[in-house]
């Protein structure tokens, strides 16, 4: 596709469910990038993948985080036993080479 | 200290006027910069990218100071588009770190 599309656009999910939010990068874009942003904050990192390189995974805030990368496009990112504080807005980026971050817009997670 | 930081802001101009924001980043082996904007409850996209020599694009002129650490952004004749959050970013072996934004409000 043209952009960064993001899965679901909203999610409104109870304390302690699992959700699963979906990045679909641009179409040949080796490093993909989630980020997490909270009313009023700024972008968080959570996880780097770069084609077939270990993930970076410094930026996950708990072991109940998760992303994988399937045949270098798709990026799942998994919240287990969700928790009011993940409540924030998630967004995935996609780059090749040194310029230009695509941003995707987003998915805005509820957890109530 | 955070990796990136802004004055928040925000910063209220009328049309036409002139506007400058500054960031500071913390890492010296940051090695790209750019300047994003974030209109309210969407995704930021990319401005300009900051080069050493500063840059313009339009209204839009950046500059980068690595001696200081400081990135800035002008913003010369406003419009009521020009609006929104701007965020400061930096560039450390390929992980972006973000600026909490500055808001800026052009007023009729």
């Known amino acids: 596709g043209a952009g960064v599309s993001q899965s679901p656009s909203n999610k409104v999910t109870e304390k302690g469910k699992d959700v699963e939010l979906r990045c679909d990068p641009i179409?040949?874009?080796?490093?993909l990038y989630w980020y997490r942003q909270s009313l009023g904050q700024g972008l968080e990192f959570l996880i780097y993948?770069?084609?077939?390189?270990?993930?970076?995974k410094s930026g996950l805030p708990s072991d109940r985080f998760s992303a994988e990368r399937t045949g270098g496009s798709v990026s799942t990112l998994t919240i287990q036993r969700t928790q009011q504080e993940d409540s924030a807005v998630y967004l995935c980026?996609?780059?090749?080479?040194?310029?230009?971050?695509?941003f995707g817009s987003g998915t805005r997670l509820t957890v109530v | 200290r955070k990796e990136v930081e802004q004055d928040p802001g925000p910063f209220n101009v009328p049309e036409g006027a002139t506007v400058a924001f500054n960031c500071t980043y913390s890492?010296?082996?940051?090695?790209?910069f750019f300047w994003y904007r974030q209109d309210c409850r969407k995704e930021p996209k990319l401005l300009m990218s900051?080069?050493?020599s500063g840059n313009e694009d339009g209204r839009f002129t950046a500059q980068l100071n690595r001696a200081s650490q400081y990135i800035s952004l002008l913003i010369r004749d406003s419009k009521l588009s020009d609006s929104a959050t701007y965020l400061c970013?930096?560039?450390?072996?390929?992980?972006?770190?973000f600026g909490a934004g500055t808001t800026v409000t052009v007023r009729a």
């Open positions: 980026a996609s780059r090749e080479g040194d310029y230009g971050y695509t």
């Open positions: 179409s040949g874009h080796t490093a």
């Open positions: 993948f770069q084609g077939n390189s270990a993930p970076d």
């Open positions: 890492n010296s082996a940051s090695q790209s």
């Open positions: 900051v080069y050493s």
């Open positions: 970013v930096v560039n450390v072996d390929y992980k972006l770190s």
